[in-house]
């Protein structure tokens, strides 16, 4: 069933920004929460979908934003209540990719986009919703 079948006239229905988590990771997280990332104190991989745990908790971020992105405060809230915690867990040296055979690899500058290679076909990723 369609959103114009189950609310007529789309009114109240709030309208999702990303299509699937892989658009929410690279079009959002990378680029709105650059950081530094060295390899050795603050940790990232390019192939993040390939950790389950890192999976879970950028997806509990994206729906938490798609809820909170329309509120007053909503991206302030979203940062103090989720973000700030989550992505501190996934920068981490000793986080969900402390063992990524790419976390060496996976370094940027300040200010620069987070690295993120794409999913392979199918992976859960790239899902619709």
């Known amino acids: 069933m369609s959103d114009a079948e189950t609310h007529p006239g789309g009114e109240g229905t709030p309208s999702r920004q990303f299509a699937c988590l892989d658009d929410f990771v ?9 950081r530094r990332v060295d390899g050795r104190t603050r940790v990232w991989s390019a192939r993040w979908w390939d950790s389950p745990e890192a ?14 992105k329309d509120s007053p405060g909503g991206a302030c809230l979203w940062f103090r209540d989720h973000a700030d915690y989550h992505l501190g867990v996934l920068f981490s040296p000793d986080g969900p990719f402390e063992s990524s055979p790419d976390v060496r690899d996976s370094t940027n500058r300040r200010g620069d986009d987070l690295p993120c290679a794409p999913p392979p076909p199918g992976h859960e990723a790239t899902l619709r919703g």
């Open 55 to 68: 999976v879970l908790r950028l997806r509990g971020l994206w729906q938490a934003w798609e809820e909170l």
């Open 26 to 34: 690279r079009q959002f997280v990378s680029r709105s929460c650059a």
